[in-house]
């Protein structure tokens, strides 16, 4: 089944930018999605960007909108994420995350669409 590795957390101050990446094996969708979520102690794990892997559709929450930005390589096989202009509050653990390969219910940012996870990468914002 799917495997998801993510990489590429670290600490950085505020204003910042670190860029993570997520290796996705064993995964072909036919009406999937794929994302980026993050989830901080004591929160619900939230999603911060994510598309439809059919058509590349994809969205991001108001929060992150304009710093954040999920991209794919060409041979699908790894996904990234670009972080911009770093907050305090952007810190969590961040996690990659694969939907049935036939369905994204819930659309693309919504934890309920997805199925499986990577272990997650920590990312620390300082101000």
């Known amino acids: 089944w799917v495997q998801l590795r993510e990489s590429g957390g670290g600490s950085v101050q505020a204003g910042g930018s670190l860029k993570l990446s997520c290796i996705v094996s064993?995964?072909?969708?036919?009406?999937?999605?794929l994302g980026w979520f993050r989830q901080a102690p004591g929160k619900e794990r939230e999603g911060v960007g994510g598309f439809y892997t059919r058509t590349g559709h994809g969205g991001y929450p108001d929060s992150v909108r304009g710093r954040f930005t999920y991209s794919r390589e060409t041979d699908k096989t790894t996904l990234y994420l670009q972080m911009n202009n770093l907050k305090p509050e952007d810190s969590a653990v961040y996690y990659c995350g694969a939907t049935p390969a036939d369905k994204c219910l819930w659309g693309p940012i919504d934890r309920r669409s997805y199925s499986d996870w990577g272990q997650g990468t920590q990312v620390t914002v300082f101000s």
């Open positions: 064993d995964y072909h969708p036919t009406d999937g999605c």
